[in-house]
């Protein structure tokens, strides 16, 4: 792949520049591809119903063309054209929590490209909650297909460096607008079935769809690791957020979960491999060797979701070739952590 020039543009993203936005569109108008930050993590951005302009977020990020793509609005009135009809549960799961970290599928019309949906019938639709990326998108007044700007398998980007990082020299701009907030992806939701469904755990909780749904489920494929059961959502097959190093997550009790990775990490040293340790700041001091990296805080997990990606990159920086992870309780954001824990790790060792 040739490389192109990438511009970087810092926008601040409690008063964004019009004429920078008005830049940015112009970028996404004629065909090319932006990223931006977004309240979950960067997005590379293009045009979403148009094909040359899907085929360069594909091979900017080396993803496979069955992975299907979320299109992102800025006003609810773009959805009329991308779907064949709304629910009435659909419109009350919108009116709740757009803008924010919510993923709706839908039927998809005739308009949209099978590319933006990886040969599927249906399309992934989200309006973020973030002053640039709705501006970006009210600018270029179009439907903008933004998967996380990251190469594909890596962790996805929480600031613009990482972006850059991973995409320099193979998109035409990054919008450089600071950390993003939640610092995991939106939450997927399937509402064609009788019980409303999660494909991709996220920034919306269960909890949160709870309070306007009797039942929500899992899809199966996520509970599971039978390879048999095909995801409902094409994404939650492929390995992902992935460091270099070989990643374990050790569960269970407190001081168990100590011991066990105090005694990994001395074992792994002793076979000359540099160890990192993804800690929590509650239980940071109890280990004796090895990188230790805080990811945040037991009783905070918002903290730890947003700080998860930064430091997988931050091990990948210092060169471990292991890393032990603690396993976070699965309540809340919890449960969108384990998963991305889960995708970029080999095993999970459970001391009880
Ligand atoms: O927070 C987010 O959702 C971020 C920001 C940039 O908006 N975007 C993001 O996109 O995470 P991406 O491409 O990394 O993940 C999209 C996920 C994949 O797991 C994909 O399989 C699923 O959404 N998806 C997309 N369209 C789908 C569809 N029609 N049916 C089921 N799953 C779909
Ligand atoms: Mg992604």
């Known amino acids: 792949m040739d490389l192109i020039n990438t511009k970087i543009l810092k926008i601040d993203n409690e008063n964004p520049d019009k004429d920078k936005i008005k830049e940015a569109a112009r970028i996404l108008k004629s065909g090319g591809t932006v990223a931006f930050p977004t309240e979950t993590v960067y997005g590379l951005g293009a045009n979403a119903l148009n094909e040359d302009s899907i085929d360069k977020i594909f091979n900017a990020k080396g993803r496979p063309q069955d992975n299907p793509l979320i299109v992102h609005i800025a006003d609810i009135d773009q959805i009329n054209k991308l779907v064949k009809n709304i629910s009435k549960r659909a419109k009350t799961i919108m009116e709740k929590f757009w803008p924010g970290p919510l993923t709706v599928i839908f039927d998809k019309s005739d308009i ?38 990251n190469i594909s398998g890596k962790p996805s980007p929480t600031e613009s460096s990482h972006v850059i990082q991973d995409l320099s020299g193979k998109i035409d701009m990054v919008i450089d607008g600071g950390n993003t907030g939640v610092g995991l992806e939106s939450t997927v939701l399937d509402l064609s079935g009788d019980i409303p469904t999660i494909l991709r755990p996220g920034g919306i909780t269960i909890e949160d769809l709870l309070t306007v749904f009797d039942k929500v489920d899992y899809d199966k494929a996520l509970e599971n690791n039978d390879e048999n059961l095909k995801p409902k959502s094409p994404g939650q097959k492929y390995r992902h957020y992935s460091p270099n190093a070989k990643m374990t997550i050790i569960k269970g009790n407190e001081n168990l979960v100590s011991k066990e990775i105090n005694k990994l990490t001395k074992k792994y040293e002793d076979q000359g491999l540099k160890v990192g340790i993804m800690a929590t700041e509650e239980m940071k001091d109890k280990y004796e060797n090895g990188e230790i990296l805080v990811v945040g805080s037991k009783q905070k997990t918002e903290t730890i979701a947003k700080n998860l990606f930064d430091t997988l990159r931050k091990f990948d920086k210092l060169k471990v070739d292991i890393i032990l992870a603690e396993a976070i309780d699965e309540k809340g954001i919890g449960k969108a952590i384990m998963n991305r824990m889960g995708k970029a790790s080999q095993n999970i060792v459970k001391v009880e």
Not at 117 to 137: D, Q
């Open 112 to 149: 949209v490209p099978y590319k933006v949906t990886g040969g599927l019938e249906t399309i992934a639709i989200r309006m973020p909650n973030h002053k640039i990326a709705l501006s970006l998108i009210k600018e270029a007044n179009l439907p903008i297909a933004a998967p996380s700007a």
